[in-house]
């Protein structure tokens, strides 16, 4: 089939337009982008980590993240305003499809315990939003060479109006979610 891009397209797109009972292929739903966020609040005393988190999410994405900063300074925590707390990326086309294809294949059946995606992760909009709790899942990172265990933020945005259409899609891509007991 070649790449999870040509296997979504070629594959799940057809099947889904089949369950979806729609005439249209262009109203199957799709997915729009990912976004993959670490925020990092001990940037504040230590401007090292920074570089670290940069260069662990350049390797599990595949694309340089940009730096997020503060947009308020808030006294408790030390941070102030524009100072840099996360990095973040935006990933579309192949490199999104390549990524979520290794998030469901190969990073989430890692998590201990992996039972699936709880239902609630779903908005009533079809977009996902997944924690991962630690970068160690990735096969890309080395373990030897993390200073510290962080965890990942995924959002999926789907173009999806209903959340039942974006499960099918992403049932069909792979992911597991949750069975209700």
């Known amino acids: ?5 040509k296997k979504y397209y070629l594959g799940i797109l057809k099947d889904l337009q089949k369950d979806l009972c729609t005439k249209n292929i262009h109203a199957v739903p799709r997915i729009t982008k990912v976004v993959v966020n670490v925020g990092v ?3 504040a005393s230590n401007k090292n980590i920074i570089d670290k988190v940069v260069q662990d999410i ?7 993240p940009v730096i997020t900063t503060a947009r308020k300074s808030i006294s408790a925590f030390k941070i102030r305003k524009g100072l840099a707390i996360g990095v ?12 979520l294809d290794k998030l ?3 990073v989430l059946p ?8 709880p239902e609630t992760s779903l908005d009533k909009n079809g ?4 924690g991962v709790p630690d970068q160690t899942l990735f096969p890309e990172i080395d373990y030897d060479k993390i200073d510290k265990i962080r965890g990942l ?8 109006r209903i959340s039942s259409d974006a499960r099918k899609m992403f049932e069909k891509m792979g992911l597991v979610f949750m069975q209700k007991s």
């Open 1 to 5: 089939m070649g790449t999870p891009l």
């Open 41 to 43: 609040g001990e940037a």
């Open 58 to 64: 350049t390797h599990i994405t595949g694309q340089k």
């Open 88 to 99: 973040k990326v935006t990933l579309r086309g192949d490199n999104m499809y390549i990524f």
């Open 104 to 106: 469901f294949k190969v």
């Open 110 to 117: 890692r998590i201990r315990d992996f039972r699936g995606i």
């Open 127 to 130: 977009n996902l939003s997944i």
């Open 153 to 160: 933020e995924i959002t999926i945005v789907t173009s999806a």
